[in-house]
């Protein structure tokens, strides 16, 4: 599929998709699947814990949902009722979620769920947000504007793509990993500078959305682990 045909699946739509919402709610049988799944991951945290709510964000509590995006369910959490170290708290939770999403591929309506324990206090900048617990929108969406500048994104793709693939032959050949930390954090720096000026509908944020989908960034973590790996290898 051609960069063109990429970027015209991150316009967005008219209406929240019919396949999870009736008009602006969610529906029932969505709902119940989505609590039973919470329910799950909270069982195999196999600490306890008090649910605070369980919301439903993302693209697909929006309306720039794409063929590749997944349902971000999150679980809300007081790490402080849990243990007063709240740092250790964290990155228990952080560690299990990425155990369990790299362990299991639960989908609903072939729709992959992404899990996250999330701080009560944290800041979520999502312009969608759903209470699966409560039925009702914390944060409803509005609609997006439809244009963005589709030159400088297809330019800007080819141009991250590029520097991608130099960045991995670099670190193959000298087994350096600065090279992979510098543009993870160029992509990452980009998005947030465009979230933050511009919404979810800036040219930057459709830029790694593309280079996401494109499995070009999961390219540059693999090699980083793979050096590191090597390293570490007798």
Do not use: C
């Amino acid at each position: 599929m051609s960069i063109s045909s990429k970027i015209k699946q991150h316009l967005p739509h008219d209406n929240l998709s019919v396949k999870l919402w009736k008009e602006d709610k969610l529906k029932p049988d969505i709902r119940e699947q989505l609590l039973a799944i919470s329910d799950a991951f909270v069982d195999y945290l196999g600490i306890s814990i008090d649910v605070i709510d369980v919301t439903f964000t993302g693209s697909y509590a929006n309306y720039n949902y794409t063929p590749y995006s997944d349902i971000d369910l999150h679980i809300i959490v007081d790490p402080s009722s849990i243990n007063r170290d709240v740092d250790l708290v964290e990155e228990f939770l952080k560690a299990k979620r990425q155990f369990w999403n790299d362990r299991h591929d639960i989908r609903v309506l072939n729709i992959e769920v992404e899990l996250y324990a999330q701080d009560v206090d944290e800041e979520h900048a999502s312009s969608g947000v759903y209470s699966v617990k409560n039925d009702e929108w914390i944060n409803k969406p509005d609609k997006f504007r439809t244009d963005f500048d589709e030159r400088k994104v297809s330019r800007k793709v080819k141009y991250f793509k590029k520097q991608i693939s130099m960045e991995i032959e670099e670190a193959k050949m000298n087994r350096d990993t600065a090279g992979l930390a510098r543009i993870i954090k160029k992509i990452r720096d980009m998005r947030s500078a465009g979230l933050e000026k511009s919404g979810e509908m800036a040219d930057e944020n459709i830029i790694y959305k593309i280079l996401r989908s494109e499995g070009d960034i999961q390219k540059l973590y693999d090699m980083r682990d793979n050096v590191f790996d090597v390293d570490l290898s007798l």
